[in-house]
Nanobody, 122 residues
């Protein structure tokens, strides 16, 4: 079983920076990708950034050039460096891992952390 724990959220002024961390314990048969998602009050959860097992990254248009996703496999960790933060970045940020718990399509699933609050004051 895989467990994900986020840390690093908090309150920051507009234009400031935060670095989120996601620590992974346990393992999957095959990890496909990890990523960060966020959910603002009254809105649906949305993709922020992902990184595949091969190292390819993908970003939401709204964060390109400001956020950077990275992994440290030796530490079983993933990070999200957030710069030039805006009030509209305020949300609960969730760590996600996607992959196979075993052999077969039925073993594919998403795993989520509990979330960490990021608040950007104007």
């Amino acid at each position: 079983q895989l467990e994900l724990v986020e840390s690093g959220g908090g309150m920051v002024q507009s234009g400031g920076s935060l670095r989120l961390s996601c620590t992974k314990s346990g393992s999957l048969f095959r990890l496909v990708a990890m990523g960060w998602y966020r959910q603002a009050p009254g809105k649906e959860r949305e993709l922020v950034a992902t990184v595949t097992s091969g190292g390819s990254t993908n970003y939401a248009d709204s964060v390109k050039g400001r956020f950077t996703i990275s992994r440290n496999d030796a530490k079983n960790a993933m990070y999200l460096q957030m710069n030039s933060l805006k009030p509209e970045d305020t949300a609960v940020y969730y760590c996600n891992a996607r992959g196979y718990a075993g052999v077969g399509v039925s073993q594919f699933g998403d795993y989520w952390g509990q979330g960490t609050q990021v608040t950007v004051a104007s």
